[in-house]
T-cell receptor
């Protein structure tokens, strides 16, 4: 079975540009979450979507947005890129939205470099 | 999320058991303890989770103290491929997010 797939794997952008990152969850998983991991730190929660609705949002500016499609895949959009947006962006999927007794499965991430 | 405290780094010899401690003294009665690990340049990988009973799977064992204020992840026969950052996380029941701390950087030495 395919795991969580993310594309592209690497991306280089310049300041002010926008970027779209894509994620396909594990088959049967309806919840997708996005995390940002800056070098040397643990991942930080950005968004969670379940059944195409936003279920959670982390402490990120409005330049960050996301959506989930009917097939449960998801896109993360970042506008007006800043140097500080350079990070590994991780997508994770799970069967259900709550994490009380639920495992998250992560993709390998998209490495974004903003120059 | 319930705060967790882990050592910054640990070393273990290949073939020996690696025991990674975690303190979570403010954990609530219905909150689970999760362990994930992250090998360099990869996404985090789920290892194991538990509520109050000890748990074992093909990757590791999780020992939770009776008062649930601490736990230990055990890798029974560590290999070089177990070198990674290990995160102990206690998500709030029903929470939508995991809060990752700094984790424990485990180095397995040959």
């Amino acid at each position: 079975d395919a795991g969580v797939t993310q594309s592209p794997t690497h991306l280089i952008k310049t300041r002010g540009q926008h970027v779209t990152l894509r994620c396909s969850p594990i088959s049967g998983h309806k919840s997708v979450s996005w995390y940002q991991q800056v070098l040397g730190q643990g991942p930080q929660f950005i968004f969670q979507y379940y059944e195409k609705e936003e279920r959670g949002r982390g402490n990120f500016p409005d330049r960050f947005s996301a959506r989930q499609f009917p097939n449960y895949s998801s896109e993360l959009n970042v506008n007006a890129l800043l140097l500080g947006d350079s990070a590994l962006y991780l997508c994770a999927s799970s069967l259900a939205p709550g994490l009380g007794n639920e495992k998250l499965f992560f993709g390998s991430g998209t490495q974004l470099s903003v120059l | 999320d319930a705060k967790t405290t882990q050592p910054t780094s640990m070393d273990c010899a290949e073939g020996r058991a690696a025991n990674l401690p975690c303190n979570h003294s403010t954990i609530s009665g219905n909150e689970y303890v999760y362990w994930y690990r992250q090998i360099h340049s990869q996404g985090p990988q789920y290892i194991i989770h538990g509520l109050k009973n000890n748990e074992t799977n093909e990757m590791a064992s999780l020992i939770i103290t009776e008062d649930r204020k601490s736990s230990t992840l055990i890798l029974p026969h560590a290999t070089l491929r177990d070198t990674a950052v290990y995160y102990c996380i206690v998500p709030i029941q029903g929470a939508q997010k995991l809060v990752f701390g700094q984790g424990t950087r485990l180095t397995i030495n040959p």
